[in-house]
């Protein structure tokens, strides 16, 4: 069985692991995927766990933003589409003033961390959102 967005995921913690090292204690990855019983998932529910957060999460400040909330989906020769639980996240993360940002496949991903981490004048991903979009 293939995961695309499995193995987009564990490049791109790879890479950042490299390239941003010092800042790597900052970032983490919400294991809010996959497929659980009933019980455990009323019980991660009861714990907080909430369906949409997206998968990685950048603690850093930077160009004016408060963090980053990053949603990796599968590259887009892939079909995958964000859900409704993904967006309503990701909408409230730029409206607390965080760079929100929906990154198809490892390139994107790279692009945007590259962008916000002022490494490029380039932002090439699927879509991110503003405050002034919501």
Known sequence: ??????????????????????????????????????????RFKRMGVSAGVSDYICLCARRGYNG???????????????????????????LEGHFAVVAKGFDEAKSAVEWYFGDSLVLDVYSWYEVTDL
């Not at 090292?21 to 809010?32: A, E, L, T």
């Open 68 to 94: 980053l909330a990053l949603e990796m989906k599968a590259p887009p020769d892939c079909q995958s589409s964000v859900s409704d639980d993904q967006e309503k996240f990701l909408e409230n993360a730029a």
């Open 1 to 42: 069985m293939q995961h695309p967005e499995d193995d987009s995921c564990i490049l791109f913690w790879d890479w950042l692991n490299f390239q941003y090292q010092p800042y790597i204690r900052s970032w983490f990855h919400v294991p809010n995927g996959g497929r659980r019983n009933r019980r455990e998932a009323a």
